[in-house]
């Protein structure tokens, strides 16, 4: 019994010092970023009409003036990409919440951080239809404040992961009982916000790309020059403190990050589930912990993860069109028990 113990022992360690070695990750990451340009060349495949993959290639790069380029360009494309940088900041969103709360379980969907944005954008969609631009900002101020009370609410000499997490669920179920209020109040415009509700993708359009881009790549480079700094919040309070870190600003910083790229995912889609969960701990399995790697990383699997289940939403009872809340749904919560029944510690110490 201890030589097999001893001999696993061996293997993990193995393992980690593979996972540690610089040309590992690299490799990870180029894979990464294959399986994400493989799964958009699909997503623009597949449809109603499905067209091969040489003709998606072609009408991409060259504008013939078919029925082919048409199709792509002004529908699947735009979709695709959408779904591609949606998946990044949720993602994102996720990993540095679990990163500044020290909790594997922080996500912008389970903490409430989603719910906030979602509350505020309800309000401009239900009450104020005819400001629709103001959905992005009013998001990111509603999933600011979400993300803040949860902090100070789970505040008691120190953030204690299981206070969060409990903080977070009543955040939660308040901002979402403020959310069906709305909707009782003004029914005549629910059918509006039901796709809201789920998260679904269905007529996304340049106009959404174009709002969602800017937001995504302003996000996704701060954090990567900073990834130092939230390696460095991971080695606890005291630690980084001696090191020279201003933790609790610097923890403000993350989550008022966070905050932008989940709302801005929020405005454009609504409010999309477990998308924050299951990518950072998919992803920090076989890369590790190191937010250097980690974060790129993170981006590349929920691109290729989002645009991949929109597929699936989209041919998988054609031509009905299942919202692509729905998919992610039914992968997350399997994959939300498996990290309760154990998994949780085994992805933390990797």
Known sequence: MNNISMETLNTKKAEKHIRDKAIYKLTVLTVLLGACILSLILSVSFGALRISIRDVVRAIFHDDGSMNRQIIWTIRLPRTL???????????????????????????????????????AVIILVVLPNYYYLV?????????????????????????????????????????????????????????????????????????????????????????????????????????????????????????????LAASAVSVVGLLGFVGLIV????????????????????????ALLMACDTIARVIMDPLEIPVGIIMAALGAPFFLYLLRGGLKKNVKS
């Not at 679990?98 to 389970?110: R, V």
């Not at 990834?227 to 991971?234: A, E, I, P, V």
């Not at 998919?282 to 250097?292: E, F, P, Q």
Request: positive net charge; hydrophobic residues 55%.
């Open 82 to 120: 959408v779904a591609g940088l949606t998946g990044i900041c949720l993602s994102l969103s996720g990993v540095i919440l679990q990163g500044i709360m020290k909790n594997p379980l922080a996500s912008p969907g389970i903490i409430g951080v989603s719910s906030g944005a979602g509350l505020t």
């Open 136 to 260: 992005t900002p009013f998001a990111f101020l509603g999933a600011l404040l979400a993300t803040i009370s949860i902090y100070f609410l789970a505040w008691k000499n120190g953030v204690n992961p299981m206070r969060l997490i409990l903080a977070g669920v009543a955040v939660n179920a308040f901002l979402n009982a403020g959310i069906n209020a709305l909707m009782i109040l003004f029914p005549d415009r629910v059918h509006g916000v039901v796709w809201f509700m789920v998260g679904g993708l269905s007529a996304r359009t340049w106009k959404h790309f174009h709002v969602l881009w800017p937001y995504t790549l302003g996000g996704f480079v701060i954090s990567l020059i900073f990834s130092q700094k939230l390696n460095l919040l991971m080695l606890g309070d005291e630690v980084a403190t001696s090191l020279g870190l201003k933790v609790e600003k610097t923890r403000m910083f993350f989550i008022a990050l966070a905050s932008l």
């Open 280 to 303: 950072p701990h998919m992803t920090r399995l076989i890369i590790g912990s190191d937010h250097r790697y980690l974060l790129p990383a993170t981006a590349l699997s929920g691109a």
